[in-house]
């Protein structure tokens, strides 16, 4: 019966002496599998304690048992849950008499437990008088109800019918509907409060309520606390069918070393796209580096009323992504010594009986050992058949040591361990060399979080990151190590994005934090790909892309987008009046220092000159992928009126959509009207996207390509250790990879103290170095380090805890 109507009902017997505990954990199974749409307990009336009752999910309870349901129908609430269908049945045969029943008494005779509550209550609620008899008659019982106690037929026919109603739910649940988001109202003071302060006044929602808001099921979060959770990628396989929103991305021009507000920007955007205009959008950020936070830079939550909360565990371990990654780079580290250590020190047979032990007399290779003597090409299974030459092949990996490329992370900012040497202790042997640390999100591994589009393809990126080179001149990787498959284990959780709301309630995901001058700078395709399925196909998905647009931004369009295949609508560009003057001629502008008094009074002219310069080359640079760009002047109180219009009418005349000014720092999303309508209005039209350059150029073409359409360079200049690397590597195999270019932030060019758009320069390519697990190649312009210092005053400073309250100090 069931199956003629596209149903599969799947019976589970349980022993005849059954625990309460055996039933809880049956529901519980049921509960929390999403193919399952509707639970019928088929028990002694005995066995539906509260407490089982208590455990079935309402919306799964087809019988209308639990108490939510009964509660409901006394409510008369009856667009959610459950009514007991025998009740509904009896109440359907009353009402196919002839006569009116508005003011008729009716009998129920044997009407005990819920399902003669939820009878009494229906008919009631029709206008009838019921009255309960607690008779036993079975004979009176079969002749009114028309079946037997004992006859479940009846009954199991009739909850058909709210399977299939359950079953219409979740289909409607899946389909694209506008959120019913409650967003938290801001109260904005004059003069704005510190950052730390606005995210203390405001209480965020509980995150389950946001991703029940967002159309997020039970069983797809996983909570951490009462303010953020991790996000299950079963997300992308419940909703593949829905059409995915609009996409844009936010970059910015070259900025000053004080940074002129995307991070900022990016949630005021979506502020007032979700809370004031009423559309689904979601903010996709990068996890910010503890690094800069108690150096520097400071938080990276936003600021003013446009800020993800609670500011304090976005900024400090969150869900402890970072440590994971620190953790899975270290153990590469340590696999790489270890390996070398225990090579130099033993025989191959000695090596190979350890790294294939001996269990019960039997040799087995482990499955991550038979990809290394695939790609041997050793056609072997038995341990025992493998000649000495392919024993020795097997268990040698014989790196170089100069050729070491993988160094540890931490995840600070410590001058002193950008060179160390390791091996000194005497049970070492003498394996002496020199190493270093990077900071953690400079960390590979940290790229394949950002590029990554499912779990497998992360475990397959792991096993491809090349960790050095063989003295025969040979990649080794991490799968020939033997550790890729743990460094899955630890990351497991990790590639799962972070879901955080801003001061309005708005959703945020925060996944991922490569930096975008020695990575590609960009958040995770995974966090774009799952907020695209749930603003669905009139919402929008706003994400970052760090520094200037001709670094974050061309990294997003050339490495992002080709990994992901997603297509952004519209480009933000990201502008301050400080910035533009800097870039019209300006004094130089410091971390730390008082600004000079030309960013302070108003200087028309030196505006004018960074919006011809700066400012039109980087939206020449967005037009050249075909997208539409929409610039947002991040207003601050120094600026004038006049400054404001100069701004957005020589914006406008290079070529944007639109030019706004935005004060949500000040009013949160009200302050970004204009610039959502601006947003809204851009992305409605069409755009031709396209790469910069073919993936099957040759790499220093590629380079080339990038140097001269985006930096403005006439040339580029290639080292004799570049050339070499570009070489081995095209011998390799790897010279279809995208190119990401390792270079300054805070010029166009290769020199940090030129500013505006420069020309007549070539661009001197120090090195060329890859990393094949996230798939990409980086020319190193000039020296790039990747272990930040610590200033004269960090700002650690600042931050301190108050023992009584527990409230944290300092951060900004």
Same mark, same amino acid.
């Given at each position: 019966m069931a199956g003629k109507i596209g149903l599969n009902i799947t019976q589970i017997c349980l022993a005849k002496q059954f625990s309460e505990d055996e039933i809880v954990e049956e529901v519980l199974k049921l509960n929390e599998d999403p193919r399952v749409h509707g639970i019928y307990l088929h028990l002694p009336s005995a066995a539906l304690t509260t407490r089982v009752l208590e455990t079935l999910k309402p919306e799964k309870d087809i019988d209308g048992i639990s108490d939510l349901n009964i509660g409901r129908l006394v409510r008369g609430d009856l667009s959610k849950g459950f009514v007991s269908p025998l009740a509904s049945a009896v109440l359907d045969v009353l009402e196919k008499h002839d006569a009116p029943l508005e003011g008729k008494t009716v009998l129920l005779v044997g009407g005990e437990g819920r399902v003669g509550s939820a009878l009494q209550c229906l008919i009631e609620r029709s206008g009838m008088v019921a009255l309960k008899n607690n008779w036993n008659l079975e004979i009176?019982?079969?002749?009114?109800?028309?079946?037997?106690?004992?006859?479940h037929l009846v009954h199991n026919f009739l909850s058909l019918n709210n399977v299939v109603r359950s079953c219409s739910r979740w289909i409607q649940g899946q389909q694209y509907r506008p959120w019913r988001l409650r967003s938290l109202k801001l109260q904005p003071l004059t003069p704005v409060p510190s950052d730390i302060e606005i995210s203390r006044a405001q209480i965020p929602k509980p995150v389950n309520q946001l991703a029940e808001e967002v159309g997020l099921l039970p069983e797809e979060l996983e909570a951490y606390g009462r303010s953020k959770a991790k996000v299950c990628l079963s997300l992308l396989d419940r909703l593949h069918t829905q059409p995915d929103g609009k996409y844009v991305l936010v970059a910015g021009i070259t900025p000053t070393p004080l940074g002129e507000g995307k991070s900022t920007v990016t949630i005021?955007?979506?502020?007032?796209l979700s809370a004031h205009l009423s559309l689904n959008s979601f903010a996709c950020l990068r996890q910010p580096s503890q690094g /800069?936070?108690?150096g520097v830079k400071g938080g990276a939550a936003g600021g003013g009323y446009a800020q993800v909360i609670p500011m304090e565990e976005f900024n400090l371990h969150l869900t402890g992504d970072i440590h994971a990654i620190t953790a899975a780079n270290n153990l590469v580290a340590a696999a790489i010594d270890a390996r070398m250590l225990h090579e130099a020190t033993q025989s191959d047979?000695?090596?190979?009986?350890?790294?294939? /032990?001996s269990v019960n007399g039997v040799r087995k290779f482990s499955p991550i050992q038979f990809s290394r003597l695939q790609r041997l090409g050793i056609d072997k299974t038995?341990?025992?058949?493998?000649? /000495?030459?392919?024993?020795?092949?097997?268990?040698?990996?014989?790196?170089d040591p100069s050729k070491i490329t993988w160094q540890r992370v931490v995840d600070t900012n410590d001058r002193f361990l950008r060179k160390i040497t390791v091996g000194q202790a005497n049970t070492e042997k003498g394996q002496i060399r020199e190493t270093g640390f990077d900071i953690a999100v400079a960390s590979e591994i940290m790229a394949i979080l950002a590029l990554a589009d499912s779990l497998e393809d992360m475990k397959n990126r792991l096993a491809r990151m090349v960790v050095g080179t063989s003295r025969s001149g040979q990649p080794v990787t991490t799968e020939d190590l033997g550790v890729s498959g743990a460094l899955t284990v630890l990351m497991k959780d990790a590639i799962k994005p972070t879901l955080m709301q801003t001061l309005e309630g708005t959703p945020v995901f925060v996944h991922a934090g490569p930096f975008a001058n020695i990575a590609h700078g960009n958040s995770s395709v995974l966090a774009d790909k799952l907020a695209l399925k749930l603003v669905g196909r009139d919402g929008f998905v706003v994400t970052e892309a760090g520094f200037g647009a001709d670094i974050g931004m061309e990294k997003f369009f050339n490495i992002k987008c080709r990994a992901s295949g997603l297509r952004p609508n519209v480009v933000v560009l990201v502008a301050t009046i400080r910035a533009l003057k800097m870039h019209g001629g300006g004094p130089n502008v410091s971390a730390g220092a008082p600004l000079p008094k030309e960013y302070i009074d108003e200087n028309l002219s030196l505006v004018a000159a960074g919006c011809h310069s700066n400012?039109?080359?980087q939206i020449q640079i967005a037009h050249l992928f075909g997208i539409p760009v929409v610039v947002a002047l991040n207003v601050f109180k120094t600026d004038t009126q006049a400054e404001i219009d100069l701004v957005c009418e020589i914006a406008k005349g290079c070529g944007a959509s639109d030019a706004v000014p935005c004060n949500h720092w000040a009013q949160g999303g009200r302050g970004s009207i204009k610039l959502a309508q601006a947003v809204n209005e851009a992305a409605s039209r069409p755009s031709n996207f396209q790469f910069l350059y073919n993936i099957e150029m040759p790499i220093a073409d590629k380079i080339r390509t990038i140097a001269q359409k985006v930096y403005g360079a006439d040339d580029i200049e290639l080292s004799p250790a570049a050339k070499d690397k570009i070489d081995y590597y095209n011998q390799q195999g790897y010279g279809l990879l995208p190119i990401c270019m390792a270079k300054t932030h805070l010029s166009l060019s290769h020199m940090p103290d030129k500013k505006g758009a420069p020309t007549g320069f070539v661009l001197p390519i120090r090195d060329v170095r890859a990393s094949i697990g996230a798939g990409f190649i980086y020319p190193l312009v000039g020296t790039m380090s990747t272990m930040p210092g610590l200033p004269t005053r960090p700002c650690f400073y600042d931050i301190d805890l108050d023992p009584v309250t527990g409230e944290i100090t300092g951060l900004f």
């Open positions: 009176l019982q079969r002749q009114v109800c028309g079946f037997s106690v004992s006859d005021g955007l979506v502020q007032a /800069p936070t108690f047979k000695a090596l190979f009986n350890r790294l294939v /032990p038995n341990p025992a058949s493998l000649t /000495p030459e392919e024993v020795t092949s097997f268990v040698r990996l014989d790196l400012l039109k080359k």
